[in-house]
């Protein structure tokens, strides 16, 4: 093994993406393998733990035997194994975690356990080679919302969170009510494009105690009422105008907050990342406001905003680089902080 190049396996398959990558580096993607059940799941309108986890089995395998062959490695000339433990569906979790060991303990190399949120902050490393902390990130996904002051590549700090629902759960929720099907986050967007984002006026959640948290339980059943009430008085719904209303209404506050945040911690680079960094027009709008303020902007491209193995290759870089090691018996954990250690 050289300085100069670290290959590490990273393996994700906290949720319903099965995803192998190796990363040299921790910047330059060689594979990044995702096999998506998106599908499977569509029907139930959400992830059912125990069909995502039988369907990680049958993908792990193949999965890391494809992403081998596209970096043109052998398991041999890896350098260590990186595994999302925490925080996720804890079948799905183990899938990950246990071939993550038997590799590890069978190739005698080092195990590295990686938060899978810290994982979607590291996906920034390989979008933007030159990004270095400290910087505030906003993570938005199907699970969590949250603004980290990320003050070294392994020390984070939780600065602002929701009370309630996840920024991409409203998304979820909200195209469940209006008949849109599943995951509501991408079809939610293209529709706003052709919707007035002026049309209905849906609440925006802040907190007076100088908190930066979020909370999306409002706008969701302020979207669910407005729709309800249009139905019993006979009257048009237009799913174009709801969209680009509650989009905004949502991507304000995730962007006000952000801001504030920034200019507390006196940072001049704002990330963003997860599922809901997919959003363009949450990547837009935190751009302007960015721009405005003299703070950078940087967020990945679609590809490593949503589940995928590269994010958490990228991690474990960092947490081999520093020898944090994980033990043979490490475990999955399904709820664990950003930060926290097990
Ligand atoms: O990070 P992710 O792939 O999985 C979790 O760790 O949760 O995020 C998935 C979430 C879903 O809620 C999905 O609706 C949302 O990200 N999402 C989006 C978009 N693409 C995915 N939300 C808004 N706009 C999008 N374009
Ligand atoms: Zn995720």
């Known amino acids: 093994m050289s300085e100069e190049s670290v290959v590490i396996l990273g393996i994700e398959t906290s949720c319903d993406e099965t995803s ?16 998506t059940q998106m599908d499977l799941h569509k029907q139930y309108g959400g992830v059912v733990p125990e069909i995502a986890s039988r369907r990680h089995i049958e993908s792990i395998l193949p999965v890391i035997e494809e992403t081998l062959k596209e970096a043109k490695l052998t398991l041999e000339e890896l350098d260590a194994i990186a595994v999302t433990y925490a925080p996720g569906l804890v079948g799905a979790l183990l899938v990950g975690v246990s071939t993550a060991k038997a590799l590890s303990f069978s ?8 938060h899978h949120i810290e994982g979607h902050i590291a996906a920034n490393y390989i979008a933007h080679p030159g990004l270095k902390p400290p910087y505030i990130c906003l993570v938005v996904s199907g699970g969590h919302t949250l603004i980290v002051y990320v003050k070294d590549y392994t020390c984070f700090e939780i600065v602002g969170k929701t009370r309630d629902d996840a920024a991409g759960e409203a998304f979820d929720k909200v195209a469940r009510t209006l008949n849109l099907g599943y995951p509501g986050g ?31 339980s409002g706008i969701k059943t302020s979207v669910l009422q407005y729709v ?56 837009d709008l935190m751009e302007q406001s960015c721009d405005s303020q003299g703070v950078s902007c940087v967020y990945p491209s679609v590809c490593l905003c949503t589940d995928n193995a590269a994010m958490i290759a990228a991690q474990g870089y960092q947490l081999f680089t520093r020898k944090k090691y994980a033990p043979l018996d490490l475990n999955a954990i399904p709820y664990l902080k950003v930060g926290e250690k097990s």
């Open 20 to 35: 192998a990558a190796i990363v040299r580096n921790g910047r330059e993607v060689l594979a990044n393998t995702i096999s």
């Open 107 to 114: 190739l005698k190399k080092p195990l590295l356990a990686v």
């Open 228 to 283: 309800r009430s249009r139905e019993v008085k006979h009257e048009e719904i237009v799913v174009e105008d709801i969209a680009a209303s509650f989009q905004q209404a949502v991507l304000e506050v995730l962007v006000k907050n952000t801001l504030i945040a920034a200019k507390s911690y006196g940072v001049d680079t704002v990330a963003i990342s997860g599922g809901v960094a997919a959003n363009r027009a949450l990547c």
């Open 186 to 216: 991408p079809i939610i967007e293209q529709l706003a494009r052709k919707g007035n984002a002026n049309a209905v006026h849906f609440p925006r959640t802040y907190f007076r105690d100088n908190s930066l948290d979020f909370s999306f």
